[in-house]
């Protein structure tokens, strides 16, 4: 009756781990090394018929990177959530999500495929926005303003100060 946002906390059918995802993505490298620009510094040509000739080419980088963060971030959030360390928990994967995203951003052997599959997908369904604004509102409208305010600094410099490592790290320092 408070009028705020309401989460159910009910469960839908057991949980996914981690090692799916994990897995996936382990199974992804092999993939993410034939998607790296060659030394040469160019793209060959598109095969006919081949992934990168295909429109839904990025879609499925994309797509494939998402399913990997979405559950990656869902299985860390219900681990911070038993820890009780709720909502520190999405800090940190913010935090680690912009690192990652500043690595791949600056990280030139990547293919364009292969940024778009772990930065826009991967990182993209990771790291949460709506979440952390709604944790912030939340902490704030529970008269706990000053954890707010440290919670808002943590996101947003320590996004900015991870990101601005992973691209120093990956363009050669």
């Known amino acids: 009756a408070g009028g705020g946002i309401v989460v159910s906390k009910a469960r839908m059918g057991p949980s996914p781990t981690l090692a799916p995802a994990l897995l996936l993505l382990l199974a992804a490298l092999p993939t993410l090394h034939a998607l790296s620009v060659p030394r040469s510094g160019r793209m060959p040509p598109p ?45 940190g994967i913010n935090v680690a999500g912009s690192f990652v995203l500043g690595s791949v951003i600056a990280a030139t052997p990547l293919s364009p495929s292969a940024k778009l599959m772990l930065g826009t997908g991967f990182c993209g369904a990771f790291t949460t926005f709506s979440t952390f604004s709604v944790d912030s509102l939340a902490m704030m409208e529970a008269g706990k303003v000053r954890t707010a305010l440290k919670y808002m600094a943590v996101n947003n410099l320590g996004g900015i100060g991870a990101a601005a490592l992973g691209m120093w790290l990956f363009s050669g320092g």
């Open 47 to 91: 095969t006919p018929g081949g992934w990168g000739s295909s429109k839904m080419a990025p879609w499925t980088a994309v797509g494939s990177g998402a399913v990997m963060g979405a559950i990656a971030r869902y299985e860390l959030s219900e681990l911070a959530s038993r820890a009780k360390v709720k909502p520190w928990g999405i800090a």
